[in-house]
């Protein structure tokens, strides 16, 4: 999470409702703020319903104060020593996460059964926010991985060093091995990766394994497709990550590759971005 950061207090921000998947975010988000010694802030957001016929808005706030007081919990179960801070934050959801990832170093949050989906959401939140955020947004899950390889996809291209930074520290913070996936798209998949492409990824991945000198790092070079291969590659991943969307010039849309292991990654997914950025309102 070094490169994502913009002060030291920056903290990691998890977004949460009354779904399974939050919960699991609140967990993940809690690891991450305690590993990197940041505040955690927890956000629920909602909108006031002006219909007379709508409950009152005491009727509306119990719930919503029940969600956080939930994620407050979970979140101290998980790492008792944290900086907690909750907020009820009236609006849309969409809205006030990609406000708060104009501030944070993280943004988590829950994938809404997104995984579970077999059309193409576009317009489901996490992708929109995953899209748009001004920082790096780690999808959550409903269920936690058993202890696993962190997984990092890369194309050498200009995501990789910021997708290696953070695959890097997460496999630290973890004590977890990384797989560094680097695969070759050949016209004929049963071609041999040429040896030259090893090579190049080798002196690509030297620098983070000279500064990260105790983690196990496996590098493999496939033929093949990549989103095939990294969706097999993720069912036995604890943690995916890959850059937001490779060398695509536009930051208004995802990747291809970080839309797939989105919708069909079975492991939490962080894509993550090149800079800390203003994120594209809603």
Known sequence: MRTMSLTADAPVVVGVDDSPQSLTAVRLAAHEAAAHQRPLRIVHAFNWIADPSAPIEGELREPAERILNQAA??????????????ALIEGPALTTLLRESGSAALLVLGDGGLSGQTAVPIEAISVQIAARAGCSVLVARENLPPPAPVLVGIDCGAGTSTALDFAFDAAATRDSELVVLRVWEADDPSEEPDPSIARQLAETVAPWQERYPAVRVTQQV??????HLLIEASRTAELVVVSMRGEQPSRSMLGALSQTLLYHSPAPVVIVRTAHELYIQA
Do not use: D, H, M, N
């Not at 919990?73 to 900086?83: G, Y």
């Not at 496939?222 to 989103?227: A, L, P, Q, T, Y």
């Open 222 to 227: 496939r033929s093949g497709e990549s989103k």
């Open 73 to 86: 919990q979970v979140a101290t179960e998980s790492e008792p020593v944290l900086r907690l801070t909750c």
